[in-house]
């Protein structure tokens, strides 16, 4: 059995997505997948998804339905329009939401764990994440990487 | 062609075929064969990988009005 590490690392709603899609393609494929969530990526974990969004100011190459000033994308609540026309667009798109795509990794037996050294640091509440999710570091996903075919960076 | 059960993709995108033939071949059993319809221009080179790495047999690959339709054998 082929087996694909994956280190998740941003919390972005468009970072979000290249895991999960990876991690659930590849599980259908038979393979086995886990996935090491550390820094924002721990937001992959999170029982609510729906705070995770997508900020214009910081994606200079988000199609924009009108051409939009860098200072025009910082006023307060862009962000939050920004997130609300992305997650409109990709329901129209036939695209499946982060919940989906991670409800199908969960399905097809893809292994999340969760970086403790990003928990301490941030002070999260470990009940906030989904259960079933190892609370690792770095020497523990590498008894993994170490036998996977693939190992990324996301 | 002849099929045992047919899936709807329409609509969806990439992952979602792959992940809705690979649940759906679940329920089936080994040499019957599965329908999937797509409107994912992307679907014809996935269905084909899909096929090569899993040990199904993608019988047919054809276009009819910009709709793909797949006939996957069942290992």
């Known amino acids: ?42 937001e992959l ?14 994606n200079p190459a988000m199609p924009m339905p009108i051409p939009m000033p860098v200072f025009v994308q910082a006023l307060p609540g ?12 990709i329901k129209s798109k036939g695209v ?14 893809v292994k ?6 990003t928990v301490d640091l941030f002070e999260f509440d470990k009940t906030d994440f989904i259960g079933g999710v190892d609370y690792v570091g770095a020497a523990s996903f590498m008894e993994f990487a170490g036998e996977a075919d693939v190992c990324l960076f996301i | ?3 045992d059960k047919e899936l ?24 019957q064969v599965l329908k999937v319809v797509s409107t994912d221009a992307g679907s014809v080179k996935d269905m084909q990988a899909f096929a090569n ?15 793909y339709i797949f006939m996957m054998k069942k290992k």
């Open chain 2, 8 to 31: 709807d993709t329409r609509g969806m995108n990439c992952p979602l075929p792959i992940l809705k033939t690979k649940k759906a071949l679940a329920d089936m059993t080994a040499g």
């Open chain 1, 96 to 109: 499946a939401s982060l919940q989906e795509l991670r409800d199908m990794c969960i399905e097809a037996d």
């Open chain 1, 1 to 42: 059995m082929k087996k694909m590490g994956i280190i998740a690392t941003k919390g972005t709603l468009d970072m979000a997505y290249p895991p999960l899609i990876l991690a659930s393609t590849a599980a259908a494929l038979g393979w086995d997948v886990q996935v090491f969530c550390t820094f924002y990526g721990l």
């Open chain 1, 78 to 89: 862009m962000e939050a329009m920004a997130s609300m026309m992305m997650k409109q667009k």
């Open chain 2, 53 to 67: 790495q899993t040990g199904n047999t993608l019988v047919s690959s054809s276009e009819e009005k910009g709709e």
């Open chain 1, 112 to 117: 999340f764990v969760a970086c403790q050294m």
């Open chain 1, 45 to 58: 974990l999170r029982k609510d998804m729906d705070g995770i969004r997508v900020s214009p100011l910081a």
């Open chain 2, 1 to 3: 062609m002849s099929f």
